[in-house]
């Protein structure tokens, strides 16, 4: 076990974390007097929120993500999230739905069968007949 000790430019109670942020905020605060300087119009924190906001929602659904698998199993967890972010990012109509749902398959076979990643097999499985049941587990 390795204790991360912090550097000696920090005499007292800080940690190295808070020195971490010190430096972003220094790069942050020459960047922004960089832009005021070359007549750049600066972001507004509404802006700047707003991306944050988009970050956070895209961490949620690959929570959801994660958590559905549990139940559903890989493929089918898979196959219902491609399309829904698809439309979520705004790729609407057929073709693009047909090209997630594609991808999500590939995505499946390429880890379950092709690389043989031990994923948790989903609740839906028990209630199939045992032949299909071993068949998905093993390969789906």
């Known amino acids: 076990l390795m204790i991360r000790r912090p550097p ?5 109670v ?4 808070s020195d971490v942020y010190k ?19 600066l972001e507004s924190p509404r802006i700047i929120i707003a991306g944050f906001h988009r970050c956070c929602e895209f961490a949620v659904w690959f ?4 958590y559905i698998i549990r139940w559903v199993g890989y493929l089918v967890a ?19 739905m047909m090209t997630a749902v594609l991808i999500g398959l590939v995505i499946v076979l390429l880890f379950r069968t092709g690389l043989q990643v031990r994923l948790p ?9 045992p ?7 093993r390969n789906f």
């Open 78 to 96: 898979t196959l219902l999230f491609m399309p829904a972010l698809s439309l979520r990012v705004g790729f609407r109509g057929v073709r693009w």
């Open 14 to 17: 800080s940690s190295a974390a």
């Open 63 to 66: 929570l959801v993500y994660v």
């Open 121 to 129: 097999d989903g609740y839906v499985y028990s209630y199939l007949p």
């Open 131 to 137: 032949e299909i049941r071993n068949f998905m587990i």
């Open 23 to 41: 430096r972003q905020a220094l790069v942050l605060s020459v960047v922004s007097f960089r832009q005021m300087r070359s007549g750049i119009a």
């Open 8 to 12: 000696r430019s920090t005499q007292g």
